[in-house]
């Protein structure tokens, strides 16, 4: 993508993954490990959870989010729509983010691990000024909006051949016209296209999130994407489905409620677990 965003590291380092391997079905190559942490609000994530499951790919970022904060102020943009989805990671699952790529040379496993908090710093918006923003470039004068979810959603819908990045371009260009005539996006020559990437990734630059890394075997350097909507419900799933488990073994034994388990800390609830389990 033209909109790819090189996000370095963020203060990550390169280590041993700690926990079980990723989810095989998911999609990035950027994946998640699947350790949690175990302070969270048990019955707030199931509220995540059920408010995301059997939503689209295409829909569920958005449904993690309202479901979490459904008062919020609306998302400007695809970057603020990450920071707020990191912001969410380390609220349930801690600031550390446990990740893995594969070399597309040899296929070693590259983990590696980043800082939420310092991630959504870099993916925070640059918007001081409401849309329409303005470009004037070659001779051309832009103007346009961001990209939002509602755009990714349509996008992602649309059947055929048409590059993603031409349908988009098609929806946030407001105006455009060259020396005072009107022109459409399929007009506009590379160079003028590619400035016009090159602007809405300055406003918004955590649009699209990669890391650059080494391979620790062949020395291969590629960029990984990350898609944090999937790693962040990846976690959200694991959980709830853990903590169903939970509550089917406890009510079982113990005949008690779901909301009854859920109030139970973790560490009591291990403890009763691992007495049911004897």
């Known amino acids: 993508s ?9 203060g990550g380092r390169c280590e041993s993954c700690v926990g079980p391997q990723p989810d095989p079905s998911l999609k990035s190559p950027a994946r998640c490990d699947i350790f949690m942490r175990n302070d969270h609000d048990s019955a707030a994530l199931m509220t995540l959870w059920e408010r995301a499951l059997g939503q689209p790919a295409r829909t569920r970022d958005d449904a993690l989010l309202q479901g979490w904060t459904a008062n919020a102020e ?10 707020r989805l990191m912001a969410l990671h380390a609220r349930f699952f801690g600031p550390d983010i446990e990740l893995l790529s594969h070399c597309p040379a040899c296929n070693t496993v590259a983990p590696f691990s980043a800082n939420c908090d310092a991630l959504a710093a870099q993916m925070r918006s640059n918007l001081d000024d409401a849309p329409p923003y303005r470009l004037e470039v070659q001779r ?3 103007e346009f909006r961001l990209p939002d979810s509602a755009d990714v959603a349509m996008v992602s819908s649309e059947k055929g051949d048409r590059d993603v990045t031409q349908l988009l371009l098609d929806r946030c260009v407001l105006a455009c016209t060259c020396e005072g005539i009107d022109v459409s996006v399929g007009q506009l020559p590379e160079a003028v296209l590619g400035a016009l990437s090159q602007q809405m990734e300055s406003l918004d630059p955590g649009a699209s999130v990669s890391f650059a890394l080494d391979c620790p075997k062949c020395a291969m350097h590629w960029q990984a994407p990350l898609d944090v909507g999937e790693v962040l419900w990846q976690k959200v799933r694991t959980a709830a489905e853990g903590m169903l488990l939970d509550i089917d073994a406890l009510a079982s034994a113990y005949g008690w409620t779901e ?20």
């Open 259 to 278: 909301r009854e388990v859920l109030r139970l800390n973790p560490l009591r609830r291990a403890a009763y677990l691992q007495m049911v389990m004897a």
């Open 74 to 83: 609306p998302v400007r943009s695809l970057g603020e729509r990450n920071a």
């Open 140 to 142: 051309h004068v832009i």
């Open 2 to 10: 033209t909109r790819e965003r090189q996000i370095q590291k963020a």
